[in-house]
């Protein structure tokens, strides 16, 4: 199965989109290949142009704090697991801990001048090559150790908002139920009532070979699935595609 996403609001695309640039630089940092890594410091930049002008930190902390609350309410609750949710508290309070210990986010890599000047070069089509930037190429043919102590040194300041971003993603994907749906001859709707969501995630067989193209606001979810085929624009599909889908709300 293959599983699409929808965010109903601009704070929600924001997580996932972080998520995942710190996806795609932790997996290539943890690879010994200098362009992988080359790969990884790029996704660090954007990560840290993706948390310049917002108050990331601010915003997931009280998320967290929001989700504390309500946990805490469920201690009394018949039927909830009593360990379970203290784990979660837990690790919530760290994570929250660990985001208030910290400045600004990424301000340590901003002060760094030769991330800085990497960062500039890196933006400019061949701009890391060693005609650019010979320190660069330098640090690539330096032994795999070495590269992996400086990438790990750089994305920890990073990994609080990582964890904390992973905590509410997790929280909001567990809040719903998955159902089973059908959209005759590819075209789905279905009323809200006005109920306010902030997710919604569909999961589609691979081999139906079609896509979900989602719209959705607090009255209602249109989907229309559309297949790829070569060089042409994606079409919409006329058959009856099988689906699940889940409405997830904090």
């Not at 837990?90 to 660990?98: D, F, G, L, S, Y």
């Not at 991330?115 to 005609?131: D, K």
């Amino acid at each position: 199965m293959i599983i699409f996403e929808y965010p109903f609001n601009e704070r929600v695309r924001t997580l996932l989109r972080l998520e995942s640039l710190f996806d795609r630089m932790i997996f290539f940092a943890g690879l010994s290949d200098p362009r992988h890594h080359q790969v990884a410091l790029t996704s660090l930049f954007d990560l840290l142009d993706a948390t310049e002008r917002t108050d990331i930190k601010g915003s997931v902390i009280q998320d967290l704090e929001r989700q504390r609350t309500a946990l805490n309410g469920l201690k009394d609750h018949p039927g909830v697991n009593a360990k379970t949710l203290a784990d979660m508290l837990a690790e919530i309070e760290k994570a929250v801990r660990n985001l208030n210990a910290g400045g600004r986010t990424g301000q340590a890599l901003r002060e760094n001048e030769w991330l800085t000047s990497l960062r500039g070069r890196l933006v400019v089509p061949g701009g890391g090559t060693q005609v650019d930037m010979p320190s660069f190429h330098a640090w690539q043919n330096s032994p795999n150790e070495s590269r992996q102590t400086d990438l790990q040194s750089w994305i920890s300041t990073l990994m609080p908002v990582h964890i904390g971003i992973a905590i509410v993603l997790r929280l909001l994907r567990e809040s719903g139920e998955a159902v089973q749906a059908v959209a005759p001859q590819g075209a789905y709707q279905q009323m809200l009532a006005g109920k306010t969501y902030q997710m919604l995630r569909v999961w589609v067989d691979e081999s139906a070979k079609v896509f979900p193209e989602i719209s959705a606001n607090r009255y209602m979810v249109w989907i229309r699935y559309s297949a790829q085929q070569g060089t042409q624009r994606p079409q919409a599909v006329t058959k009856d595609v099988a689906f699940k889908m889940t409405l997830c709300a904090l």
